[in-house]
């Protein structure tokens, strides 16, 4: 199935940066005329990671993007994954490859910065590097409220809650099963996944193990497949959007819980299935600035990912996908605005970064 161009052509601002940008998450905005956005960031010249958060304005006598930095924070090892909030008190989670977790909360200094405005803060809450907590990298991290979990190939699902010392072990595969990605469903409920495109769906109110589980046997035998992203919208918790290996993105539908919906990539059977990238998806988010074109609450809503060969797309089922970016680099990330959905931020494997604006 080919990918088809937006019939308004967007908005598109590359801006080059002098260092690899692993993650990027939205932040809410310091003023009506910017945004912020915080950046998992590395310095191969230096070999130094660190946390950045900057604005990004279009002053009035330019069309020209400009990017103002605010804060910094130096973490122990790179960044491995990037998680933020964006309530009333905004956090933002990020594990590192050396298996450690910080989350810091992020707001307004009312001290005049070099540029002659205020700024944005970066304040540690807390940090978790015990010996026990991951071994090796995390993979996954997401942060809600008070609390935060974090996934890794180690097999282990910890979650970290605010104001307790140490963490909780919710579950340990003992390294027999890995686990990618990682994200919360209500205050109590969270998903997973990783290895052979299966997701696990767990409730803390009900320990002991995934409470209910799509399998990964559904793929065509192709369980070597990994699950890199996943996301949930909150007006329908009960449907769970990934995507993986292979071009793979597919809902799974705890309605009907023994095969997913797939979008894109692997098949169910001898089903003929799309196929919109034949490399990795990185990350899918599901898209709530595009409109349904068939309103029905069994359909899967837009979504939108980013893939290693460079795509950023909007699929909708049974549709023909909407190309928004085509670049000669792999998408390591990116975020929809949540108070401007029309609006996403991109990281780019070439040391730059992209603003999407739709019309």
């Not at 801006?15 to 809410?28: G, N, T």
């Not at 660190?50 to 006598?61: A, Y």
């Not at 799509?214 to 990934?242: E, F, Y």
Request: glycine share 10%; hydrophobic share 40%; proline share 6%.
């Amino acid at each position: 199935m080919a990918i088809t161009a937006i019939q308004n052509p967007t908005k598109i601002h590359r801006l080059p940066q002098s260092k690899y940008i692993d993650a990027v998450r939205w932040l809410p905005p310091l003023s009506s005329l910017s945004k912020l956005a915080v950046l998992a960031v590395f310095d191969s010249d230096a070999d130094t990671p660190s946390l950045e958060t900057l604005s990004l304005s279009i002053p009035s006598s330019s069309q020209t993007l400009t990017l103002t930095p605010h804060s910094l924070w130096t973490p122990p090892s790179r960044i491995s994954s990037l998680a933020a909030t964006t309530s009333s008190h905004p956090l933002v989670a990020a594990s590192t490859l050396s298996g450690s977790l910080h989350v810091l909360s992020y707001g307004h200094d009312s001290m005049v910065n070099d540029n002659g405005g205020s700024g944005s803060t970066m304040e540690p809450v807390l940090s978790v590097d015990e010996v026990g907590f991951h071994v090796g990298p995390i993979c996954g991290v997401d942060v809600i409220e008070s609390e935060c979990v974090s996934v890794g190939e180690d097999g282990r699902v910890n979650l970290v809650s605010f104001g307790d010392e140490g963490f909780r072990r919710v579950f340990d595969g003992n390294g027999l099963v890995g686990f990618d990605a990682v994200k919360w469903a209500s205050l109590s409920e969270f998903v997973t996944g990783g290895y052979g495109f299966g997701l696990q769906w767990w409730d803390l109110r009900r320990p002991g193990g995934p409470v209910s589980q799509l399998k990964g046997n559904w793929s065509q035998g192709k369980t070597g497949g990994m699950v890199h992203s996943i996301d949930i919208h909150p007006s329908r918790k009960h449907t769970c959007l990934a995507g993986g290996s292979s071009g793979t993105i597919f809902a799974w539908d705890l309605r009907w819980q023994l095969q997913p919906i797939v979008l894109s990539g692997v098949g169910i059977g001898d089903a003929a299935t799309p196929l919109f990238s034949e490399s990795e998806v990185w990350e899918v988010q599901y898209d709530c600035y595009t409109k349904l074109s068939n309103i029905s609450s069994s359909r899967v809503l837009p979504a939108m990912f980013g893939s290693e060969d460079g795509i950023l797309a909007v699929v909708e089922q049974g549709e023909e996908p909407t190309e928004l970016l085509a670049e000669p680099c792999a998408i390591n990330s990116f975020d929809i605005d949540p108070q401007n959905p029309s609006d996403v931020i991109c990281s780019l494997e070439w040391e730059s970064i992209a603003i999407v604006a739709r019309p």
